[in-house]
C-alpha cells in the first residue's frame, strides 16, 4: 500500500480480555516499529524488528505485551490481561533499513494508529 | 536515555504571523525529525534533518547538530497549521533503532 495501515481503528475491550493490534508497513520496508501515545503525551517506544534479527523488545511495559512480525511484513502487538493504565493509542511505523554506505537514513513513516480503551 | 525539551509547551497564533519551534536534545544523534499531528491524531512527516536547512513551502527547519538543537519554522501561519509539533532523535547506537520524542508544542491558530 502506499502507506503505513493499522487495524481496527478503535478498540473497545473490557479489562482482563485479551487483545491483538495488527500494523502493515509500507511495501519493501525492512524496519518496523511500535509505539504508544498516552493522552496529551509524546510517543513512547515498545519494540523494533529489524529484518531476521532478534526484535529490540527494550521498551515493552511489562510481560503482557508482545509482538510478532513474519518476514518483512505484517506485525501483531497483542496486549494479554488488558489493564486500564493500557488505555492509549498504539501506533506502529516502518522505514527503510540504514544503510550502511552513504547514507545513514532512517526516516519513519507512521500509520493512522489504533485507539484502545480498557474499561 | 536521551532527553528531549521542546518549547515553548503551547503556542497561540494570529492568522498570518510567523513562528519558531525549538527542539533540544542532550546528546548526539544520527537522525532527526519534525512531526505535526492533526486533530484526527495522524502523524504527518515534516522533516527528516539530523543536520543543515531544508525548506518546504511556509515551513523550515534548521538542526546544528554540534550545538544540539533544531528549530521550526513557520511561517505565515494558517489556521490549518494547528496541532502539535513534534520533535523525535534517534540516537547513535549501535543495532539500537528508535525514537524518541519530546512532550510536543500544542500550536493555535486563531482566525
Known amino acids: 500500500g502506499a502507506g503505513v495501515s493499522q487495524s481496527p481503528s478503535n478498540k473497545v475491550t473490557e479489562k482482563g480480555k485479551d487483545v491483538e493490534l495488527r500494523c502493515d508497513p509500507i511495501s519493501g520496508h525492512t524496519a518496523l516499529y511500535w509505539y504508544r501515545q498516552r493522552l496529551g503525551q509524546g510517543l513512547e517506544f515498545l519494540i523494533y524488528f529489524q529484518g531476521n534479527s532478534a526484535p529490540d523488545k527494550s521498551g515493552l511495559p511489562s510481560d503482557r505485551f508482545s509482538a510478532e512480525r513474519t518476514g518483512e511484513s505484517v506485525s501483531t502487538l497483542t496486549i494479554q490481561r488488558t489493564q486500564q493504565e493500557d488505555s492509549a493509542v498504539y501506533l506502529c511505523a516502518s522505514s527503510l533499513a540504514r544503510s550502511r554506505g552513504l547514507a545513514d537514513y532512517n526516516e519513519q513513516f507512521f500509520g493512522p494508529g489504533t485507539r484502545l480503551t480498557v474499561l | 536515555g536521551i532527553q528531549v525539551e521542546q518549547s515553548p509547551p503551547d503556542l497561540i497564533l494570529q492568522e498570518g504571523a510567523n513562528s519558531t519551534l525549538r527542539c533540544n536534545f542532550s546528546?548526539?544523534?544520527?537522525?532527526l525529525q519534525w512531526f505535526h499531528q492533526n486533530p484526527w491524531g495522524q502523524l504527518i512527516n515534516l522533516f527528516y534533518?539530523?543536520?543543515g536547512t531544508k525548506q518546504n513551502g511556509r515551513l523550515s527547519a534548521t538542526t546544528v547538530a554540534t550545538e544540539r538543537y533544531s528549530l521550526l519554522y513557520i511561517s505565515s501561519s494558517q489556521t490549518t497549521d494547528s496541532g502539535v509539533y513534534f520533535c523525535?532523535?534517534?540516537?547513535?547506537?549501535?543495532?539500537?533503532?528508535?525514537?524518541?520524542f519530546g512532550k510536543g508544542i500544542t500550536l493555535s491558530v486563531r482566525p
Open positions: 523525535a532523535v534517534e540516537r547513535r547506537a549501535g543495532a539500537n533503532s528508535k525514537l524518541t
Open positions: 534533518i539530523p543536520s
Open positions: 546528546d548526539s544523534v544520527n537522525n
